[in-house]
Protein backbone atom coordinates (compact mmCIF):
# COMPACT_ATOMS: atom_id res chain seq x y z
CA UNK A 1 0.00 0.00 0.00
CA UNK A 2 1.56 3.49 -0.48
CA UNK A 3 1.67 5.47 1.92
CA UNK A 4 -0.33 8.20 -0.06
CA UNK A 5 -2.98 5.83 0.57
CA UNK A 6 -3.91 6.06 3.98
CA UNK A 7 -6.22 8.31 5.11
CA UNK A 8 -4.97 10.56 7.99
CA UNK A 9 -7.24 12.91 9.15
CA UNK A 10 -4.82 14.24 11.52
CA UNK A 11 -3.52 16.04 7.91
CA UNK A 12 -5.27 18.80 6.04
CA UNK A 13 -7.86 17.86 3.60
CA UNK A 14 -7.73 20.27 0.76
CA UNK A 15 -9.33 18.47 -2.12
CA UNK A 16 -12.39 16.15 -2.48
CA UNK A 17 -12.75 14.02 -5.66
CA UNK A 18 -15.31 12.94 -6.40
CA UNK A 19 -15.84 9.50 -7.58
CA UNK A 20 -19.19 8.41 -9.31
CA UNK A 21 -18.04 4.79 -11.01
CA UNK A 22 -17.78 6.42 -14.44
CA UNK A 23 -14.56 7.75 -16.63
CA UNK A 24 -15.64 10.84 -16.26
CA UNK A 25 -14.69 11.62 -12.52
CA UNK A 26 -11.66 9.13 -12.65
CA UNK A 27 -10.27 11.40 -15.42
CA UNK A 28 -11.16 14.26 -13.76
CA UNK A 29 -8.96 13.90 -10.82
CA UNK A 30 -6.38 12.31 -12.57
CA UNK A 31 -6.28 15.45 -14.85
CA UNK A 32 -6.19 17.53 -11.29
CA UNK A 33 -3.59 15.01 -9.71
CA UNK A 34 -0.58 15.01 -12.97
CA UNK A 35 -0.91 18.87 -12.83
CA UNK A 36 -1.44 19.81 -9.06
CA UNK A 37 -0.05 16.27 -6.80
CA UNK A 38 -1.86 13.51 -4.54
CA UNK A 39 -1.59 16.14 -1.66
CA UNK A 40 -4.35 16.86 0.51
CA UNK A 41 -6.95 14.77 -1.38
CA UNK A 42 -9.17 12.20 -0.72
CA UNK A 43 -11.73 10.15 -3.31
CA UNK A 44 -15.12 10.03 -1.77
CA UNK A 45 -17.43 7.44 -3.16
CA UNK A 46 -21.06 7.19 -2.06
CA UNK A 47 -22.66 3.67 -2.51
CA UNK A 48 -26.35 3.26 -2.62
CA UNK A 49 -26.51 -0.52 -1.53
CA UNK A 50 -28.21 0.37 1.35
CA UNK A 51 -28.21 -2.33 3.81
CA UNK A 52 -29.70 -4.76 0.57
CA UNK A 53 -25.67 -3.87 -0.73
CA UNK A 54 -25.45 -7.79 -1.43
CA UNK A 55 -28.57 -8.17 -3.79
CA UNK A 56 -27.50 -7.64 -7.48
CA UNK A 57 -30.52 -6.05 -8.35
CA UNK A 58 -29.90 -3.53 -5.64
CA UNK A 59 -27.60 -0.34 -5.89
CA UNK A 60 -24.67 -0.41 -8.18
CA UNK A 61 -23.03 -2.81 -10.82
CA UNK A 62 -20.70 -4.90 -9.54
CA UNK A 63 -18.38 -4.04 -12.27
CA UNK A 64 -18.83 -0.99 -11.27
CA UNK A 65 -17.17 -1.50 -7.66
CA UNK A 66 -14.62 -3.71 -9.39
CA UNK A 67 -13.77 -0.33 -11.45
CA UNK A 68 -13.54 1.74 -8.64
CA UNK A 69 -10.81 -0.17 -7.03
CA UNK A 70 -8.98 -0.34 -10.13
CA UNK A 71 -9.46 3.60 -10.07
CA UNK A 72 -8.41 4.62 -6.55
CA UNK A 73 -5.06 2.41 -7.02
CA UNK A 74 -4.59 4.18 -10.20
CA UNK A 75 -5.07 7.38 -8.19
CA UNK A 76 -2.96 6.57 -5.70
CA UNK A 77 -4.93 8.86 -2.87
CA UNK A 78 -7.42 7.48 0.02
CA UNK A 79 -11.29 6.55 -1.00
CA UNK A 80 -13.67 6.81 1.46
CA UNK A 81 -16.51 4.70 0.89
CA UNK A 82 -19.87 6.31 2.42
CA UNK A 83 -23.19 3.87 2.66
CA UNK A 84 -26.25 4.37 3.53
CA UNK A 85 -28.09 2.18 5.90
CA UNK A 86 -31.45 3.10 3.12
CA UNK A 87 -31.72 2.27 -0.56
CA UNK A 88 -33.56 4.33 -3.25
CA UNK A 89 -36.41 2.65 -2.77
CA UNK A 90 -36.03 3.17 0.96
CA UNK A 91 -35.97 6.81 0.29
CA UNK A 92 -38.72 6.48 -1.94
CA UNK A 93 -40.96 5.52 0.31
CA UNK A 94 -39.59 7.82 3.37
CA UNK A 95 -40.25 11.46 1.33
CA UNK A 96 -43.76 9.74 0.02
CA UNK A 97 -42.15 10.63 -3.67
CA UNK A 98 -41.54 7.98 -6.30
CA UNK A 99 -38.38 9.00 -7.62
CA UNK A 100 -38.65 10.49 -11.35
CA UNK A 101 -36.83 12.53 -14.11
CA UNK A 102 -38.18 15.34 -12.40
CA UNK A 103 -37.31 15.07 -8.97
CA UNK A 104 -35.19 11.62 -7.40
CA UNK A 105 -34.71 12.35 -3.52
CA UNK A 106 -31.99 9.39 -3.95
CA UNK A 107 -29.95 11.36 -5.14
CA UNK A 108 -29.46 14.27 -2.54
CA UNK A 109 -30.19 12.02 0.28
CA UNK A 110 -28.09 9.10 -0.40
CA UNK A 111 -25.22 10.72 -2.61
CA UNK A 112 -24.52 14.49 -2.07
CA UNK A 113 -26.30 14.79 1.05
CA UNK A 114 -23.81 12.00 2.97
CA UNK A 115 -21.09 13.44 0.83
CA UNK A 116 -21.63 16.84 2.29
CA UNK A 117 -22.40 16.23 5.24
CA UNK A 118 -18.90 14.13 5.46
CA UNK A 119 -16.89 16.94 4.32
CA UNK A 120 -18.47 19.23 6.83
CA UNK A 121 -17.09 16.93 9.47
CA UNK A 122 -14.19 15.10 8.64
CA UNK A 123 -12.79 17.68 6.01
CA UNK A 124 -13.49 20.89 7.44
CA UNK A 125 -10.32 22.68 5.80
CA UNK A 126 -12.04 20.95 1.80
CA UNK A 127 -11.84 24.07 -0.48
CA UNK A 128 -12.75 22.52 -3.74
CA UNK A 129 -14.84 19.53 -4.90
CA UNK A 130 -13.68 17.98 -8.18
CA UNK A 131 -16.59 16.81 -10.45
CA UNK A 132 -16.08 14.97 -13.44
CA UNK A 133 -18.53 16.74 -15.77
CA UNK A 134 -16.75 17.31 -19.54
CA UNK A 135 -17.81 19.80 -22.30
CA UNK A 136 -20.60 18.14 -23.21
CA UNK A 137 -22.48 19.00 -19.81
CA UNK A 138 -20.98 22.39 -19.44
CA UNK A 139 -23.98 23.94 -19.53
CA UNK A 140 -24.49 22.63 -16.01
CA UNK A 141 -21.27 24.06 -14.77
CA UNK A 142 -22.77 27.57 -13.47
CA UNK A 143 -25.72 25.55 -11.14
CA UNK A 144 -22.85 22.82 -10.22
CA UNK A 145 -20.97 25.83 -8.53
CA UNK A 146 -23.91 27.57 -6.71
CA UNK A 147 -24.47 24.37 -5.53
CA UNK A 148 -21.50 23.50 -4.27
CA UNK A 149 -21.07 26.61 -2.55
CA UNK A 150 -18.91 26.76 -0.12
CA UNK A 151 -16.26 24.78 -1.89
CA UNK A 152 -15.18 25.67 -5.17
CA UNK A 153 -16.82 22.87 -7.57
CA UNK A 154 -13.67 22.20 -10.30
CA UNK A 155 -14.18 20.58 -13.26
CA UNK A 156 -10.88 19.78 -14.81
CA UNK A 157 -12.05 18.62 -18.00
CA UNK A 158 -13.48 21.34 -18.93
CA UNK A 159 -10.02 22.92 -19.03
CA UNK A 160 -8.11 23.24 -22.44
CA UNK A 161 -7.37 20.85 -24.10
CA UNK A 162 -10.77 20.01 -22.99
CA UNK A 163 -11.50 15.93 -22.66
CA UNK A 164 -14.57 13.78 -23.22
CA UNK A 165 -15.36 9.92 -22.88
CA UNK A 166 -13.40 9.04 -26.33
CA UNK A 167 -9.96 10.32 -24.73
CA UNK A 168 -10.89 8.83 -21.17
CA UNK A 169 -11.39 5.18 -22.84
CA UNK A 170 -8.33 6.11 -24.50
CA UNK A 171 -6.43 7.02 -21.20
CA UNK A 172 -7.52 3.99 -18.86
CA UNK A 173 -7.27 1.67 -21.95
CA UNK A 174 -3.09 3.07 -21.77
CA UNK A 175 -3.07 2.39 -18.01
CA UNK A 176 -4.49 -1.44 -18.36
CA UNK A 177 -8.09 -0.37 -16.47
CA UNK A 178 -11.40 -1.75 -17.87
CA UNK A 179 -14.09 0.67 -18.10
CA UNK A 180 -17.09 -0.08 -16.10
CA UNK A 181 -18.69 -2.82 -18.06
CA UNK A 182 -22.05 -0.73 -18.51
CA UNK A 183 -20.44 1.93 -21.23
CA UNK A 184 -20.08 -1.44 -23.38
CA UNK A 185 -23.89 -2.70 -22.73
CA UNK A 186 -24.82 0.47 -24.35
CA UNK A 187 -25.48 2.61 -21.28
CA UNK A 188 -24.79 6.57 -21.10
CA UNK A 189 -23.35 6.36 -17.54
CA UNK A 190 -21.91 3.57 -14.53
CA UNK A 191 -24.18 4.70 -11.86
CA UNK A 192 -27.52 2.70 -10.39
CA UNK A 193 -27.74 0.36 -13.79
CA UNK A 194 -31.85 1.01 -12.76
CA UNK A 195 -31.68 4.65 -12.58
CA UNK A 196 -35.37 6.20 -11.96
CA UNK A 197 -33.90 9.68 -13.89
CA UNK A 198 -33.32 7.63 -17.03
CA UNK A 199 -36.00 7.65 -19.63
CA UNK A 200 -37.80 5.63 -22.27
CA UNK A 201 -34.69 4.82 -23.98
CA UNK A 202 -32.70 3.93 -20.42
CA UNK A 203 -34.78 1.18 -19.28
CA UNK A 204 -35.68 -0.37 -22.63
CA UNK A 205 -32.02 -1.11 -22.17
CA UNK A 206 -32.29 -2.28 -18.98
CA UNK A 207 -35.30 -4.81 -20.09
CA UNK A 208 -32.79 -6.23 -22.97
CA UNK A 209 -30.19 -6.80 -20.80
CA UNK A 210 -30.40 -7.16 -17.63
CA UNK A 211 -34.15 -8.33 -17.54
CA UNK A 212 -34.03 -9.17 -13.62
CA UNK A 213 -33.32 -5.75 -12.47
CA UNK A 214 -35.97 -4.30 -14.56
CA UNK A 215 -38.35 -7.00 -12.92
CA UNK A 216 -37.06 -6.02 -9.29
CA UNK A 217 -37.65 -2.38 -10.06
CA UNK A 218 -40.46 -3.07 -11.63
CA UNK A 219 -41.81 -4.75 -8.88
CA UNK A 220 -40.36 -2.14 -6.30
CA UNK A 221 -42.72 0.69 -8.29
CA UNK A 222 -45.42 -1.46 -7.94
CA UNK A 223 -45.05 -1.52 -4.20
CA UNK A 224 -44.46 2.10 -4.13
CA UNK A 225 -47.83 2.65 -5.83
CA UNK A 226 -49.89 0.15 -3.42
CA UNK A 227 -48.51 2.23 -0.37
CA UNK A 228 -48.66 5.74 -1.56
CA UNK A 229 -52.30 4.97 -2.98
CA UNK A 230 -51.29 7.00 -6.10
CA UNK A 231 -50.74 6.44 -9.85
CA UNK A 232 -47.32 7.66 -9.87
CA UNK A 233 -44.29 5.74 -12.50
CA UNK A 234 -41.05 5.94 -13.15
CA UNK A 235 -41.41 6.83 -16.67
CA UNK A 236 -44.28 8.96 -18.79
CA UNK A 237 -46.07 8.49 -21.59
CA UNK A 238 -46.33 11.27 -23.27
CA UNK A 239 -48.25 10.44 -26.25
CA UNK A 240 -51.13 12.68 -27.87
CA UNK A 241 -49.45 15.61 -26.45
CA UNK A 242 -50.56 14.64 -22.72
CA UNK A 243 -48.25 13.07 -20.07
CA UNK A 244 -49.67 10.61 -18.59
CA UNK A 245 -47.92 7.42 -15.66
CA UNK A 246 -46.48 5.19 -17.55
CA UNK A 247 -44.95 1.97 -15.06
CA UNK A 248 -42.77 0.13 -15.83
CA UNK A 249 -45.06 -3.16 -16.12
CA UNK A 250 -47.11 -1.56 -18.95
CA UNK A 251 -43.81 0.23 -20.39
CA UNK A 252 -42.50 -3.47 -20.49
CA UNK A 253 -45.70 -5.31 -21.80
CA UNK A 254 -46.90 -2.98 -24.35
CA UNK A 255 -43.83 -1.43 -25.97
CA UNK A 256 -41.25 -3.93 -25.29
CA UNK A 257 -43.39 -7.11 -25.41
CA UNK A 258 -43.46 -6.66 -28.91
CA UNK A 259 -42.94 -9.61 -31.17
CA UNK A 260 -39.60 -9.90 -33.34
CA UNK A 261 -41.59 -9.20 -36.48
CA UNK A 262 -42.85 -5.92 -35.60
CA UNK A 263 -38.98 -5.07 -34.37
CA UNK A 264 -37.66 -5.95 -37.58
CA UNK A 265 -40.81 -4.26 -39.10
CA UNK A 266 -40.18 -1.01 -37.23
CA UNK A 267 -37.62 -1.11 -34.90
CA UNK A 268 -37.26 -0.81 -31.76
CA UNK A 269 -37.02 2.94 -31.56
CA UNK A 270 -40.40 3.44 -33.73
CA UNK A 271 -41.84 1.92 -30.50
CA UNK A 272 -41.54 3.62 -28.18
CA UNK A 273 -40.03 7.52 -27.14
CA UNK A 274 -35.76 5.89 -28.26
CA UNK A 275 -35.25 10.22 -27.52
CA UNK A 276 -35.85 9.30 -23.62
CA UNK A 277 -32.65 8.93 -22.36
CA UNK A 278 -32.79 10.96 -19.46
CA UNK A 279 -29.53 10.87 -17.02
CA UNK A 280 -28.24 11.45 -13.88
CA UNK A 281 -27.05 14.69 -12.30
CA UNK A 282 -26.05 12.17 -8.68
CA UNK A 283 -22.88 14.79 -6.92
CA UNK A 284 -23.72 17.73 -8.57
CA UNK A 285 -27.43 18.69 -7.28
CA UNK A 286 -28.97 20.93 -4.76
CA UNK A 287 -31.33 20.05 -1.89
CA UNK A 288 -34.85 19.05 -3.52
CA UNK A 289 -37.07 21.92 -2.47
CA UNK A 290 -39.97 19.71 -3.55
CA UNK A 291 -39.45 17.64 -0.41
CA UNK A 292 -43.24 16.55 0.35
CA UNK A 293 -41.72 15.41 4.12
CA UNK A 294 -39.40 17.58 5.29
CA UNK A 295 -36.47 16.19 6.21
CA UNK A 296 -36.26 18.30 9.92
CA UNK A 297 -33.25 18.33 12.25
CA UNK A 298 -32.41 14.73 12.43
CA UNK A 299 -28.71 14.32 12.12
CA UNK A 300 -28.25 12.42 8.92
CA UNK A 301 -24.34 10.84 9.68
CA UNK A 302 -26.28 8.74 12.14
CA UNK A 303 -28.07 6.70 9.32
CA UNK A 304 -24.91 5.98 7.05
CA UNK A 305 -21.79 4.34 7.99
CA UNK A 306 -18.19 4.80 6.18
CA UNK A 307 -14.76 3.39 5.84
CA UNK A 308 -11.85 4.08 4.15
CA UNK A 309 -10.71 1.49 1.25
CA UNK A 310 -7.56 -0.45 1.35
CA UNK A 311 -5.75 -1.25 -1.99
CA UNK A 312 -6.65 -4.67 -3.21
CA UNK A 313 -9.51 -4.71 -0.51
CA UNK A 314 -12.72 -5.47 -2.09
CA UNK A 315 -14.77 -2.33 -2.14
CA UNK A 316 -17.79 -4.65 -0.90
CA UNK A 317 -16.92 -7.55 1.63
CA UNK A 318 -18.27 -10.04 -0.77
CA UNK A 319 -17.30 -9.07 -3.96
CA UNK A 320 -14.31 -10.29 -6.24
CA UNK A 321 -12.91 -7.22 -7.27
CA UNK A 322 -10.10 -8.50 -8.86
CA UNK A 323 -11.95 -10.19 -11.89
CA UNK A 324 -14.25 -8.27 -14.03
CA UNK A 325 -17.77 -10.06 -13.80
CA UNK A 326 -18.76 -11.18 -17.38
CA UNK A 327 -21.79 -9.33 -18.74
CA UNK A 328 -25.00 -10.28 -18.40
CA UNK A 329 -26.84 -11.19 -21.56
CA UNK A 330 -30.13 -12.03 -22.24
CA UNK A 331 -33.23 -10.63 -22.09
CA UNK A 332 -36.29 -10.95 -22.65
S1 LIG B 1 -27.99 7.11 -10.20
FE1 LIG B 1 -30.21 7.57 -10.39
S2 LIG B 1 -31.25 6.06 -9.05
FE2 LIG B 1 -29.06 6.09 -8.46
S3 LIG B 1 -28.95 7.55 -6.78
FE3 LIG B 1 -28.51 8.70 -8.67
S4 LIG B 1 -30.51 9.53 -9.34
FE4 LIG B 1 -30.91 7.90 -7.82
Known amino acids: MKPSQVLDLSSPIRTIGTLSGGAGSWGACRRWIDQHGPDGMVLLFTDVGGEDWANPNVGEDQD?????AEARDN??????????????WDVFLEKRWLGNSSLAHCSWELKTGPARDWIGKHAPGAERVLVGI?????????DIKSNWEPYEAVAPLTDKPMLWKPQLLRMLSDRAIAPPRMYELGFAHANCPGCVKGGQSHWARLWRVWPERYLYAERK????????GADVSILKDRSDHKVRSLTLERFRVEKLGKSDL???????????DGLDEGGCACFTDAPPELALVPDGSEDREERYDWHWSLPGDPLRPDSTQSARPEPIRGAA
Do not use: A, C, S
Not at 134 to 142: F, G, N, P, Y
Open 64 to 68: TMRFL
Open 75 to 88: LGVPLVIIRNQRTI
Open 134 to 142: DVTEIHRLK
Open 221 to 228: EQEIREKL
Open 262 to 272: LLDLFGERDLF
